[in-house]
């Protein structure tokens, strides 16, 4: 029986189901050829409070440490940038931060004195930080009393998510995933706010993975504009009716059968770049394996000398590009970022 993360109904229904998937955690040494274990991967959407998040997950291995991209480095920059014009750090003075794998710590550059320990939890936080933290938590009414339960009287939580209608707009079903348990829409996060005791005051948005918002949250005042707009917004495109999240699998049908027939047309192996956990299940689907796609190019050190979870091909360093005609490129944000980096290099083909 499936319960739901946050509320603990098990009432709900499966709206994505991608079928059995190796962990997008494993990446095992490129000399261990397999087969990895799979495990179930669906999305459930839960008819109580209407949080969509991950059915089951498997107890995989520690997902090693990716680089930080440029893109995301930017955004965590303008983010502060508005949050400050925004009034929302004035008398700000100690701080606390939930972190996440997937991206860098805003302390250098929020600069005001961190407060670890049994001092953040007894509520000894001005503001306390989660970028694309609270997904991770597989107890979501635990991670956000957790986070609750650390503000000072007076204190902002900025919580920052991959918005499930820019999944949803974008066709993004690869970002279902293991160990991501959540996916948020603004009105349902608004709502698990309430219930841990906290208001959703501003909204700020963002074009990072497509869009991602952030939310100011205290435990006095009221939405503003900002956070009212995006709700209804949201509402009507869907994000909260279990019949236009299930779009996303006709969305996995078209992307796979995509990449598979991409691959095909090719009349040399192209090289892959960014060995996100979004990949994995579009190259499992995709049939794809070493002797279409050689290799995927990671700048992550951790990652390379491993495989792709579930197939053949192997994960290398920025070397391997030297010389490639077309490069598949996994994450779309980092387009600018590459063509910077390698110039020589000039037949990238974005994979949504």
């Given at each position: ?187 349902v996060l608004a709502a698990m706010l309430r219930q841990a005791g906290l208001v959703a005051r501003s909204a700020f948005r963002f074009d990072l993975y497509g869009g991602t918002v952030l939310l100011a949250a205290t435990r006095d005042g009221e939405p503003d504009e900002s956070v009212t707009t995006l709700i209804e917004e949201e509402v009507a495109a869907g ?68 495989r792709m979870p579930g197939t053949d091909i192997p994960i290398a360093g920025p070397e391997r590009l030297a010389g490639a005609g077309q490069v598949l490129l996994f994450l779309p944000d ?19």
């Amino acid at each position: 029986m499936i319960q739901c993360r946050f509320c603990r109904s098990a009432s709900g229904r499966v709206v994505l189901d991608l079928g059995p998937q190796p962990a997008c955690d494993l990446f095992p040494p490129a000399t261990d050829q397999g087969p990895d274990p799979v495990h179930p991967l669906r999305m459930w959407a839960c008819a109580a409070c209407g949080l969509a998040q991950l059915a089951e997950d498997p107890a995989g291995a520690e997902e090693p440490r990716g680089a930080e991209p440029a893109a995301l480095v930017e955004q965590a920059r303008d983010a502060v940038s508005r949050i400050r014009l925004a009034g929302w750090l004035d008398g700000v003075r100690t701080v606390a931060e939930f972190g996440s794998p997937h991206g860098g710590s805003w302390l250098g550059l929020v600069d005001l004195t961190p407060v670890d320990g049994p001092g953040a939890m007894e509520g000894g936080a001005d503001l306390v930080i989660d970028c694309f933290g609270l997904m991770h938590e597989p107890d979501q009414a635990a991670g956000l009393a957790a986070r609750a339960e650390c503000l000072a009287p007076g204190g902002v939580l900025l919580l920052q998510f991959h918005s499930l209608a820019a999944i949803l707009r974008g066709g993004q079903w690869n970002a279902l995933r293991h160990g991501h348990h959540a996916y948020y829409s603004t009105p349902v996060l608004a709502a698990m706010l309430r219930q841990a005791g906290l208001v959703a005051r501003s909204a700020f948005r963002f074009d990072l993975y497509g869009g991602t918002v952030l939310l100011a949250a205290t435990r006095d005042g009221e939405p503003d504009e900002s956070v009212t707009t995006l709700i209804e917004e949201e509402v009507a495109a869907g994000v909260t009716d279990p019949a236009v999240l299930e779009r996303l699998g006709q969305d996995a049908t078209r992307g796979a059968e995509k990449l598979r027939a991409l691959l095909a047309e090719q009349s040399g192996p192209v090289i892959g770049y960014g060995a996100a956990s979004r990949a994995v299940a579009l190259l499992c689907r995709a049939g794809a394996h070493a002797g279409r796609l050689p290799a995927v190019v990671d700048a992550s050190p951790a990652k390379q000398g491993r495989r792709m979870p579930g197939t053949d091909i192997p994960i290398a360093g920025p070397e391997r590009l030297a010389g490639a005609g077309q490069v598949l490129l996994f994450l779309p944000d980092l387009l600018p970022e590459v063509r910077a980096s390698y110039p020589d290099v000039s037949g990238w083909i974005v994979v949504p």
